[in-house]
């Protein structure tokens, strides 16, 4: 049940009792997901190509949004290891301006490839955290 929410910029509050829709238990990362997801009619191999991993992971993070959907336990999302920290918490804000409507998906997922091509401009396959 949801009793308050404001928004950070100008200070508005509301304050109810509601309870929140399903997609609002997703992750930042999992609603991007969704929306690519969607943009692709639903079509895998389109995703795996978009994101640039395997199928099997494409299939992957599709149970995990199923199972959360569905009201399966959220298990606690994992902390970033050894010097993945800046790379992970990088992701993390293209998701979140992804999430405020300030990027598309698509220039998110350009912004994600530049970085993992570093300064040489070769691509480096992406990690899995």
């Known amino acids: 049940m949801i009793t308050e929410v404001a928004c950070g910029a100008c200070g508005t509050q509301v304050r109810s009792r509601y309870r929140p829709c399903a997609f609002c238990a997703l992750t930042a990362e999992q609603l991007v997901f969704a929306q ?3 943009e692709k009619r ?3 191999r389109e995703m795996e190509k978009s994101l640039g991993v395997s199928y099997p992971t494409v299939r992957g993070k599709l149970e995990e949004i199923a199972e959360r959907l569905a009201g399966a336990p959220v298990p606690s999302e994992p902390e970033p290891r050894g010097g993945a920290g800046a790379e992970a918490e ?6 979140r301006l992804i999430a405020e409507g300030r990027l598309s998906p698509k220039q998110g997922l350009a912004r994600l490839r530049a970085r993992a091509a570093g300064p040489t401009g070769e691509e480096t396959p992406p990690t899995e955290d």
């Open 90 to 95: 990088a992701r993390r804000e293209v998701l």
């Open 42 to 44: 639903g079509n895998l």
């Open 36 to 38: 690519l997801f969607v």
